[in-house]
T-cell receptor
Framework: DVKVTQSSRYLVKRTGEKVFLECVQDMDHENMFWYRQDPGLGLRLIYFSYDVKMKEKGDIPEGYSVSREKKERFSLILESASTNQTSMYLC????????????FGAGTRLSVL | AQSVAQPEDQVNVAEGNPLTVKCTYSVSGNPYLFWYVQYPNRGLQFLLKYITGDNLVKGSYGFEAEFNKSQTSFHLKKPSALVSDSALYFCAVRDPSGGYQKVTFGTGTKLQVIP
């Protein structure tokens, strides 16, 4: 089975802190994605990566950056956390061979105080 | 641009009755369409997909979906609902003619199956 692991289930940070969310997948998928999930808004794509060191902005990239130094790992960075970034963050991976069916991690619930 | 709409925030159905969760989409080319389910405090799980071919697609847990190109819809269905089907359901679309991997998700529909 595909496994996508997010490093934390819950995080509490203070406004202005730099926050790192880590995601690791074990299926050698070339594509990885970061979403945030908010009630009534569904999933919104923040960034995705289609190869090591390659990234594309999603629908809501402002205030976020990403890093993909190794194929299995995709990091989401909040440079200076703000209260409006309090949300559930979901990481996913997929491969074009499977038409990009996405496999999701359990999510990280981030609270910024 | 690609988009997907789930017009119902919540659907209530009695256990044993058929269920339908609605989804409509908009893409410029031929779509790839997906349904995912999210149980409480969990990530999303893939249920089924339409890529090409037969308009009726069967997936996990007895779910199926019908692709209707003229109505640009991809409704999720199940003949007999179970209480354990209660969850949040997401429809998603991808336009492969765009040459990129982005998938757009709907806002989700909460399915409540009443015993």
């Amino acid at each position: 089975d595909v496994k996508v692991t997010q490093s934390s289930r819950y995080l509490v940070k203070r406004t202005g802190e730099k926050v790192f969310l880590e995601c690791v997948q074990d299926m050698d998928h070339e594509n990885m994605f970061w979403y945030r999930q908010d009630p009534g808004l569904g999933l919104r794509l923040i960034y995705f990566s289609y190869d090591v060191k390659m990234k594309e902005k999603g629908d809501i990239p402002e205030g976020y950056s990403v890093s993909r130094e190794k194929k299995e790992r995709f990091s989401l960075i909040l440079e200076s956390a703000s209260t409006n970034q309090t949300s559930m963050y979901l990481c996913a991976s997929g491969t074009e061979l499977a038409k990009n069916i996405q496999y999701f991690g359990a999510g990280t619930r981030l609270s910024v105080l | 641009a690609q988009s997907v709409a789930q017009p119902e925030d919540q659907v209530n159905v009695a256990e044993g009755n058929p269920l339908t969760v609605k989804c409509t989409y908009s893409v410029s080319g031929n779509p790839y369409l997906f349904w995912y389910v999210q149980y409480p405090n969990r990530g999303l799980q893939f249920l089924l997909k339409y890529i090409t071919g037969d308009n009726l697609v069967k997936g996990s847990y007895g779910f199926e979906a019908e692709f209707n190109k003229s109505q640009t819809s991809f409704h999720l269905k199940k003949p007999s609902a179970l209480v354990s089907d209660s969850a949040l359901y997401f429809c998603a679309v991808r336009d492969p003619s765009g040459g990129y991997q982005k998938v757009t998700f709907g806002t989700g529909t909460k399915l409540q199956v009443i015993p």
